[in-house]
């Protein structure tokens, strides 16, 4: 057997065996790290992909999330039904905002797209407030398949089977005509036009699956804490997306995977030393990107 | 009337601030063609300053305040300047990077200050104390007044300095043509750190004013960031004067949707209506 298909294979094994024996709170680290690592990999689709400056990531978070909680709370549906409802109503969201603010570039696109994260987040945290209660959040119930509980065990698993799915898409999306034509708009939009790439259509669709990988992740989070609320979405997260990406390096999958599972395991991790946070990701943005723009597993590679 | 009146003159004071942040972003966009994601953290820093010189040092005020400016934003919008925005435009990184590279600086900033505070609040007394004068059947806070006297008063002083100075001339060139200016004779790095320091101290001046009437802690900056910004794109990003017309329309909407409708719709409504401009006058309502 050739050695990458034995590595792979080793990595699913330890995925599977290492959480019998942990106890429920590094579970619960394990899965927000997880979370974490498909964020990343949302903002490094539009980001280290299409070269959008991409704020709504948080949006999405956010939208993905209420919907789930509010389809539960309000018409009853079970979790396993409100997950591809959740992505439909993300996707047709994401695809009607794309088409609106993707004639911006560069920071106006940034702008726009967080002037749209922060106009979700006052809906959910002031203006609907009667509707999604405002910052008590919505409590939901146990997740149930068949009338069992699912326990933490069994989640962590669904959740390490979706990001696996999310990480070998964006994978295989890299490495295919596609990701070849988005790196192709990144570094330079009009020789792209030149060489016959659609440019909106390339752009579209990586802003598409940024919003449904962050929309997901936002359903996967709001069960996994069995509570929506609109303090655990502050624009702390976006932050912390950005600094993971750097330090994973852009356009990279498997560099954002692994930065973003790490970077928020340890700030879940080390939440006792919280006043540290901020200054933390200020430096590391900084040096990173002043020495090292290509990010933590390229800066061996260049020597 | 009187709630409509009062709420006009908040609307305005709120909305002077806002603009003020916004002028000061378009003061570095116009000479550097960045935008610098860490301005609100040089209000942050002068209200941090302040509560500082005047609560922990005991000095008197307007030596506090001098010393205040002179120390923290001007320190502090220099230090970005040579150290993460001039390496990074001389390294011809992608102008995203340098975004996010300001970014990391306020934070930097907003970090430092977390750990001398422990994000508790900061008390800022206004020196004119919560005094009100009755002008035309309302009251109105003194502290308003200051906020539109000094307003008008540093926009005066800033258009002077732009329009019929050689240094505003020189200014106006390197963000024209940064090449042709230099060619001429501006000394290009002097030019663009005069202009961090102007952006620093116009920021610093709208924190100081807006400190009595909010509840200051060190994260204070990346809301006012927010905020300043979309005044700027309102009013227009080529313009220096544009987005104190953005930052009063703001202020109006927020105001009057408050004591009207709902509060926390008009921050819906702007944030709404800033997507509709940029797509239809991506420059602002006041291009050049």
């Known amino acids: 057997m050739q050695k990458p298909k034995m590595v792979i294979i080793l990595i699913i094994l330890l995925i599977i065996v290492i959480p019998i024996f942990l106890k429920s709170r590094y579970l619960f680290l394990g899965m927000y790290g997880l979370l974490g690592g498909i964020l990343t990999l949302a903002f490094d689709f539009s980001y280290g992909y299409c070269g959008l400056f991409n704020f709504s990531i948080y949006g999405f978070l956010i939208f993905g999330g209420y919907c789930t909680a509010l389809l539960i709370e309000k018409l009853g549906f079970p979790f396993f039904g409100t997950l591809p409802v959740s992505l439909v109503l993300t996707i047709v969201l994401a695809y009607i905002l794309g088409k609106i603010i993707l004639r911006l570039r560069h920071w106006l696109f940034g702008l726009a797209s967080l002037c749209f994260s922060m106009a979700i987040y006052t809906c959910v945290s002031s203006v609907f407030s009667d509707f999604t209660y405002g910052a008590d959040g919505i409590r939901l119930p146990d997740l149930l398949v068949f009338e069992h509980k699912v326990g933490e065990l069994s989640y962590f698993y669904f959740l390490s089977l979706l990001a696996g799915i999310c990480f070998y898409t964006s994978y295989r999306v890299r490495f295919s005509k596609i990701g070849r034509a988005m790196r192709a708009i990144r570094s330079n939009e009009t020789v792209s036009v030149s060489v016959g790439i659609n440019i909106p259509r390339y752009l579209n669709l990586g802003f598409l699956m940024s919003a449904v990988f962050s929309g997901l992740s936002g359903a996967l989070w709001v069960q996994a804490n069995n509570w929506a609320t609109p303090e655990y979405f502050t624009l702390g997260i976006n932050i912390k997306i950005f600094t993971a990406a750097i330090i994973g390096g852009v356009g990279n999958p498997m560099g954002a995977f692994i930065g973003g599972f790490l970077l928020f395991l340890l700030s879940q991790a080390l939440i006792a030393f919280e006043q540290y946070h901020v200054l933390f990701y200020g430096i590391i943005l900084v040096v990173f990107l002043r020495f090292f723009p290509l990010g933590i597993l390229n800066i061996f590679q260049r020597r | ?288």
């Open chain 2, 1 to 288: 009337m009187e709630i409509f009146l009062s709420s006009l003159v908040g609307g305005l004071a709120f909305g002077c601030i806002y603009g003020l942040i916004g002028v000061s972003f378009n003061a570095i966009y116009n000479v550097c063609h960045l935008v610098n994601f860490a301005q609100g953290h040089f209000a942050m820093l002068a209200i941090l300053s302040w509560f500082y010189m005047t609560h922990v040092f005991k000095m008197p005020l307007p030596i506090a305040l001098v010393a205040s400016i002179i120390f923290v934003p001007v320190l502090f919008g220099i230090s970005i300047q040579y150290l993460v925005a001039e390496p990074l435009v001389r390294a011809k990184r992608p102008i995203v990077s340098l975004v996010i590279a300001t970014l990391g600086a306020g934070l930097c900033s907003e970090g430092i200050g977390g750990i001398l505070t422990g994000f508790r609040n900061l008390f800022i007394y206004s020196p004119l104390g919560y005094e009100t004068v009755k002008l035309g059947g309302i009251y109105v806070f003194w502290n308003y007044i200051l906020i539109f006297g000094c307003t008008a008063l540093l926009c005066f002083v800033y258009w002077l300095f732009l329009e019929k100075t050689k240094l505003g001339l020189q200014l106006r060139a390197a963000g024209i043509d940064d090449e042709m200016a230099a060619l001429e004779g501006v000394n290009l790095v002097k030019i663009r750190s005069l202009a961090w320091i102007i952006s620093a101290t116009i920021c610093a001046i709208a924190g100081w004013l807006v400190a009595p009437f909010i509840q200051a802690t060190v994260l204070v900056g990346l809301s006012l960031v927010i905020n300043g910004f979309v005044a700027a794109a309102i009013g227009g990003f080529a313009s220096s004067f544009g987005p104190l017309l953005g930052g009063i329309l703001m202020g109006l909407i927020v105001s009057f949707s408050y004591s009207y409708i709902q509060p926390g719709l008009g921050e819906l409504i702007m944030f709404m209506g800033l997507i509709g401009i940029l797509i239809f006058r991506p420059h602002g309502l006041v291009a050049r």
